[in-house]
Antibody
Framework: QVQLVQSGAEVKKPGASVKVSCKAS????????INWVRQATGQGLEWMGW????????GYAQEFQGRVTMTRDTSISTAYMELSSLRPEDTAVYYC??????????????????WGQGTLVAVSS | DVQMTQSPSSLSASVGDRVSISCRAS??????VNWFQQKPGKAPKLLIY???SLSSGVPSRFSGSGSGTDFTLTISSLQPEDSATYYC?????????FGGGTKVEIK
């Protein structure tokens, strides 16, 4: 079955960078776009951006432009999300998820499924 | 950015009750809305895509409706395992955005 397994929790100091990995299995890695979504403790879901594993093309939410980099290693079916210049408000659980799609009555719809288990990134001095 | 406004922010209902959660989009978006269920400490789980299509393996007591700006997630007969937070999400335009969530508790 399609599965995404993420790297373990990280503790970082303000100003540092963190790189979270997301290993895919159960499908051809280059088929589906990988997206990243984060969730601060007790808060809602915030979309960060997407990466096309086939081309390497990316698109980032304005809030993270200049601080986030999404990459991949197709040889090991793994996607990465690196966030730099960390601040305490970046403390959150970071999820990777695939964006699947279908066509209904000629219209293409997409959604996030499945999701990785999440990676807690804590930023504290 | 498209704003997704959910209501209520929380609700408490009894087993067997019919529960509805509303999601209003700040602009019209046909049926480009998905619904997710999230339990504490777990990743979100897809329930409904394209406003009304049930995701594989999801119990039929969950249903979605709506188009344009107003969308609804309905649980026809609430079960104890449905205690969770529910989020709507628009896939119409970037940046993709989520509603603020509705926490459902069992009385």
């Amino acid at each position: 079955q399609v599965q995404l397994v993420q790297s373990g929790a990280e503790v970082k100091k303000p100003g540092a960078s963190v790189k979270v990995s997301c290993k895919a299995s159960g499908y051809m890695f280059t088929t589906y776009e990988i997206n990243w979504v984060r969730q601060a403790t007790g808060q809602g879901l915030e979309w960060m951006g997407w990466m096309n594993p086939n081309s390497g093309n990316t698109g980032y939410a304005q809030e993270f432009q200049g601080r986030v980099t999404m990459t991949r290693d197709t040889s090991i079916s793994t996607a990465y999300m690196e966030l730099s210049s960390l601040r305490p408000e970046d403390t959150a659980v970071y999820y990777c998820t695939t964006r699947s799609h279908t066509t209904i009555s000629g219209v293409v719809y997409n959604w996030f499924d499945p999701w990785g288990q999440g990676t807690l990134v804590a930023v504290s001095s | 950015d498209v704003q997704m406004t959910q209501s209520p922010s929380s609700l408490s209902a009894s087993v067997g009750d019919r529960v509805s959660i509303s999601c209003r989009a700040s602009q019209s978006m046909s049926k480009y809305v998905n619904w997710f269920q999230q339990k504490p400490g777990k990743a979100p789980k897809l329930l409904i895509y394209a406003a009304s299509s049930l995701s594989s393996g999801v119990p039929s007591r969950f249903s979605g409706s709506g188009s344009g700006t107003d969308f609804t997630l309905t649980i026809s007969s609430l079960q104890p395992e449905d205690s969770a937070t529910y989020y709507c999400q628009q896939s119409y335009s970037s940046p993709l955005t989520f509603g603020g969530g509705t926490k459902v508790e069992i009385k």
